[in-house]
């Protein structure tokens, strides 16, 4: 992931977001005051999301099989 100031952003902003887009390469944009900005493509955006809900229904079917597994046993 390249970092970049946000004067250095804002000077080459077309140049940037081609490297998003088209290059798939992440920009960082560091503020003097510690809260950075992460520049992305949407589709990878997308990709992160769709990563991240199936991270969440892997686990939900963990936490189910567990229950599952207490109940059996319970019987």
């Given at each position: 992931m390249e970092e970049v100031k946000f004067a250095e952003f804002r000077a080459h902003l077309?140049?940037?977001?081609?490297?998003?887009?088209?290059?798939r390469e992440d920009v960082c944009l560091k503020s003097t005051k510690g809260k950075n900005v992460i520049l992305m493509s949407g589709e990878r955006y997308n990709e992160l999301m769709r990563a991240a809900r199936f991270a969440g229904y892997l686990e939900m079917i963990r936490r189910n099989e567990e229950l599952i597994k207490a109940t059996m046993d319970d019987q």
């Open positions: 077309k140049d940037y977001i081609e490297k998003a887009v088209y290059d």
